[in-house]
């Protein structure tokens, strides 16, 4: 493995500032960035630590009755957290979700949202389109698990479980940087590969996400999340749904679907929500969303199979609430 400097900032001013020069990478719990740099999947001259920053650890009561949660704060102790578990269900059970015990206790929720794609050509021995390349070898190669929604030129999908959540709930991230703070919206935060190959979300390489925020749940919302994976063990979802239903007198007022394992992020599924909307949820209209939440896939060659498992997650996910 190639040397590289290391430094554990004191501040978030002082990681902002380290984060400045070039080949700087960002370590929060280090169980996704070392693996990047053991496999040389990413170039490194230094690595700055924010995992002395207590300050960003830990949940507490947001603004007008929400929940801010430090990027620090480990997935394990969102996924244990009561008011997550009762307010925010849907965030628990990714939490839950999310790989084994020993990833959930060291890994942070700002490093899960903030993980490198998983795919095997990214992370292989590739010059592939996104290490800058010419070739997404997705394209005409091994693609079973890759996008169905919003690929091209580039075919990974995101890797998270708890960002799939945040988006149905609307979170907001706080982003620092040298210049100061910035607040951006879980569905501003992420950007299609069209945009960028070489980055998946909106950060600048000296940009710290510093913590998430939810907004209120209020009485009558209604969530859930459901992977499904190739086996029972830690594995990344095949597809995952979250749902957030804003409920009011048996209605749906509002709905928020997004689907993970799909897209190369959170893949909002907006015929689906539209369809729900102004609905009472029963085993008719449950079908029709599923079928709703397929619109627009586009599969390769071999993943044809997650345009089915879509509609199916999506229609038992919402038949759970009938
Ligand atoms: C075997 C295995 C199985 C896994 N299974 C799953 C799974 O089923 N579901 C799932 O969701 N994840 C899974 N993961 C991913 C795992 O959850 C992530 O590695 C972990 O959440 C990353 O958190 P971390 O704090 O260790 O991040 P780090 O490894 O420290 O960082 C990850 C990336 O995010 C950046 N980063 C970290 N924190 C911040 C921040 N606050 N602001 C800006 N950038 C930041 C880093 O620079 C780096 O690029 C798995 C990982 C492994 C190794």
Known sequence: MKNFAYVKARSI?????ELGSPGARLHAGGTDLLGCIHDEVIGVDKVVSISGLTALRGISPGPGGGLRIGSLTTISEVAANPTVGRDYAVLAQAARDVASPQLRNQGTIGGN????????????????????????????????YHAIFGGGPSFYVHPSDTAVALAALQAQLVIQGPGGSRTVK??????????????????????????????????????????????????????????ALQTEGGRIARASVFLGGVGP?????????????????????AAAAGKAATEGASPLRENAYKVDMVRGAVEESLLAFV
């Open 13 to 17: 001013e002082e990681a902002a500032r």
């Open 113 to 144: 949202i903030c993980q490198r794609p998983r795919c095997w050509y990214f992370r292989g021995d590739f010059h592939c389109a996104k290490k800058g390349g010419e070739l997404c070898y997705a394209m005409d190669g091994e693609n079973q």
């Open 186 to 243: 879980m569905g501003d935060f992420f950007i299609e590969p069209i945009q960028d190959l070489t980055k998946e979300n909106v950060l600048a390489p000296n940009e710290i996400v510093t913590e998430i925020q939810l907004p209120p749940a209020g009485s009558g919302l209604r969530t859930s999340y459901r992977k499904i994976r190739a086996r029972q063990a830690w594995d990344f979802a095949m597809t995952s749904v979250a749902l």
């Open 265 to 285: 992020f959170p893949w909002r599924a907006a015929a689906a929500e539209k369809l729900l909307a102004g609905k009472t949820l029963d085993a008719a209209l």
